[in-house]
Every structure is written in C-alpha cells, then in structure tokens.
C-alpha cells in the first residue's frame, strides 16, 4: 500500500556532499515521523536523523553539524543533506516512515515502513 523510494546515494571523495531524497508513495493521509537509518557492513542499524511532521529535528551523535534533515509534508518526502563526509559515513541508507495513515480493506491503518536502501560510499 505505501513504498518508500530512496535516492542519492553514490560515491563521493572525503570532505564531499551528497543529497538523499526518499518519498513515500501510496494514499497517506499523515505520517508521523520521517527518518534515516544507516547501516555499516557489520554493524547494527543506527539512526542518523529524525523529524516530525511539525519540523522538530534529532540527529545522532556522529553526524551533527555535518547532516541535515528536512521534509516536505505536502509531497510526503523527507530529504538528508550530508557534508563534510568522513570515510566513517560509509554504510546503507534507509529511510523509515513512522506511523503512516492509510486506508484500505475498508479501514484506516497507522504502520511503520522501510524503504529498501541506498548506498553511500565515501573514499579517504
């Protein structure tokens, strides 16, 4: 019912800027709150930035003030503005939609949804 497309990913030098975007497609009537995970070849799933359908932001340690988060809720994407990035920054993307209000099967639904990754490489 709801797909989250991530995109942006790629390779960059140190020091480098990319831009993830992700949308969430489907019929959505709200979402709660929009986020971006990331995963390093053998190390758990750690979050990276969340924000609130009101604009409230929370980063994780490692990247704050090199990353930014931000959302538009009019066209259900949230974006990750990524600077200064460190070989540390290597690692799969995902994005994640907290609480998305849909209706189907003749009844609203509130679920979470993972979009299925995008990879960012940063060389030293």
């Known amino acids: 019912q709801v797909q989250l497309v991530e995109s942006g990913g790629g390779l960059v030098q140190a020091g480098g800027s990319l831009r993830l975007s992700c949308t969430a497609s489907?019929?959505?009537?709200?979402?709660?709150?929009m986020a971006w995970y990331r995963q390093a070849p053998g190390k758990q799933r750690e979050l990276v930035a969340d924000?609130?359908?009101?604009?409230?932001?929370n980063y994780g340690d490692s990247v704050k003030g090199r990353f930014t988060i931000s959302r538009d809720n009019a066209k259900n994407t949230v974006y990750l503005q990524m600077n200064t990035l460190k070989p540390e920054d290597t690692a799969v993307y995902y994005c994640?939609?907290?609480?998305?209000?849909?209706?189907?099967?003749?009844?609203?639904?509130?679920?979470?949804?993972w979009g299925r990754g995008t990879l960012v490489t940063v060389s030293a």
């Open positions: 924000i609130t359908s009101g604009g409230s932001t």
């Open positions: 994640n939609a907290d609480k998305v209000l849909t209706y189907y099967s003749s009844m609203y639904h509130s679920e979470d949804y």
């Open positions: 489907g019929t959505i009537f709200n979402i709660n709150a």
